[in-house]
Each structure stands twice: as C-alpha cells, then as structure tokens.
C-alpha cells in the first residue's frame, strides 16, 4: 500500500467515526444519565458540573470495585459528556479555530479512554478473560444484561479513535467495536428500538474490508432500525446523510434524509426525546454546509 492509498484509508476512518458516533451512541445520549437537563441547559454549565460528578464515581469504583453497575453508570456519564458536549464542539470548531477544535478532541479522549477501561473491568468482573476473548474474537455466552456493557464499550473505542484521529494505539479497536455490536445482537437484535441495527448499518456503510455486499447490508439494517424504531430516531437519517448521501455525491437524497430527521416530533417517543433533540441540532448544522460536501 502506498503512503496516499494509507493517508486515504486513514481519512476515511476518521470519517466513519465523526459521522458514525450518532448511530453508536445518540440513541442514548442524554436518555440514561442523571445530568441530562443539566446537559440540554447549555454546554458551559456542563462543562463546569460534569467533571465534578466523575471524580465522585471514580471514589465509588475505589471503594467498590467489584460492583459493575458502578463501572457502567461512570462510563456512560462520560462518553455521553464526551459525545453531546466535547466532540459536538470540537467537529463545528474544526472549521473555525482548529486549535480550540483540539483542546475539545483530547479532553474526549481522555474520557474515551477511562470509559473503555472501566467498561473492560466490569466485563472481566462477569466474563473472565474477557479482554482475551473479545481479542480472540472468542465464543462468549452474553446475556440481556450484557448488552449495555457491550454498547457503550464500543461507543468508548469508536470515540477514542475519532478524538486521537485515526491513533494507531486505538485504531486497533476498530475491528473489536464490530464483534460486540454482533454480539450484542445476538442476545437481542431489537434492544433499545433498533440500536443495535443503526450501529450496525453505519459499520457496514464504512466497511473498509472492500466486501461488496457492504452496502447492501447498510441500507438493509438501515430499514430494519427504522421499523424498530417506528420512523422516530432521527440519528438514523443524519447518519445516513453524512456517511451514504455525502459519498454518492446525491444531494437530493442528503436534503431529504435531514428533512426527515428535523420532521420528527421530538415529543412522540420520549425515550428517544434527548437524542433526537441533538440530532436535529446537528442535522441543521448539516444543512448549512450543503455548499462545502457537495460539488454540484
């Protein structure tokens, strides 16, 4: 491989994962954490109360460290704050201030990186050797309650790769954020209205394996997780947009597939209220570029 066929596959990596995050993680994004309201207030307040909480979760995990729940709800409080605050910032301000765009992608990946620790240590606390297995790309019998460990863990890698831009050191993840995604279904391919089929469809539309076939399974998981979700996760439209519409160079579809998304009323499925609030935010910003991804 030259170095411009490796510069290109790097780009598109680092790609899949600022467009992909929304499918792993924005069904739940500001759904399942104490903060959420203090979150949609306003970021400067978050960025202020949210740390604070993180070292309290860190003193529980030191004097329980056997309890799991504690590993999760510390994980998933700090890649929802490294997704819904940080990285928004940092991938608007790309455009802006690169600068100020990178103090934002290296605080997230600090976080990133705690959160895939801790997620490791909860799952080795149930699975033992569970970091071998997930290497090995073992036979693991997960059950239901598996699968929130397994979602936000591959959240954590996704993010870690996205903030460090493409790192080597966390590039290695890539291939694991697929198995436990695979895994997850397994136990329950309908979990959380689709989650599971979004993360999915955004794997195969970034497959960078050069399988055929990898498109037509992304818009077959794409049809899936808008019936599982009844046409209510507006993340699944920005994601589609971003990493399909983009790449075909097909702005008509790009427009419709925002539209969609900004269609939906946030008030119909309150499990999904918070999310689609930061998709649609993301959605407009999307909107304003059309002129910068498209050609044409």
């Known amino acids: 491989m030259s170095y411009a066929q490796f510069s290109q596959s790097m780009r598109k990596i680092v790609k899949f ?38 070292e309290s979760q860190k003193r529980k ?108 050191q966390y590039l290695a993840d890539l291939s694991s954020i697929r198995w436990l995604i695979e895994s997850a279904i397994k136990v329950d391919p309908d979990w959380e209205g689709g989650a599971l ?15 055929k076939n990898s498109e037509k399974n992304a818009l077959t998981y794409f049809q899936l997780a808008e019936k599982q979700s009844n046409g209510q996760n ?6 589609l947009a971003e990493s399909y519409a983009v790449s075909k160079q097909d702005k008509k579809m790009y427009i419709e597939l925002l539209d969609k998304a900004l269609q939906i009323d ?4 309150k499990s999904l209220k918070q999310s689609n609030k930061l998709s649609q935010s993301r959605a407009k910003w999307l909107k304003s570029r059309v002129d910068d991804l498209f050609y044409m």
């Not at 089929?197 to 399988?211: I, Q």
């Not at 507006?234 to 994601?239: F, K, N, Q, R």
Request: a neutral charge.
């Open 61 to 168: 995990i030191q004097k329980y460290p056997n309890n799991q729940l504690f590993y999760l709800n510390a994980s998933k409080s700090r890649i929802t704050y490294a997704y819904g605050i940080l990285m928004e910032k940092a991938d608007r301000l790309m455009y802006t201030d690169y600068y100020k765009s990178r103090e934002y992608y290296a605080k997230s990946l600090d976080l990133f990186v705690v959160s895939r620790n801790y997620l490791l240590q909860a799952l080795e606390l149930k699975h033992e050797n569970f970091s071998k297995a997930m290497r090995d790309r073992s036979q693991i019998v997960f059950e239901k309650n598996d699968i929130d460990y397994l979602y936000w863990l591959s959240g954590s890698m996704a993010g870690s790769i996205q903030a460090s831009q493409a790192d080597p």
């Open 234 to 239: 507006a993340s699944i439209y920005v994601t």
């Open 266 to 269: 946030i008030n119909k499925d």
């Open 197 to 211: 089929s979004a993360a999915m469809m955004s794997v195969y539309l970034n497959d960078l394996s050069g399988d």
């Open 17 to 54: 994962l600022s467009k992909s995050f929304f499918v792993l993680v924005s069904i739940l994004v500001l759904n399942n954490c104490a903060v959420n309201s203090t979150m949609m207030t306003g970021s400067q307040i978050a960025e202020i109360a949210m740390p604070l909480s993180f």
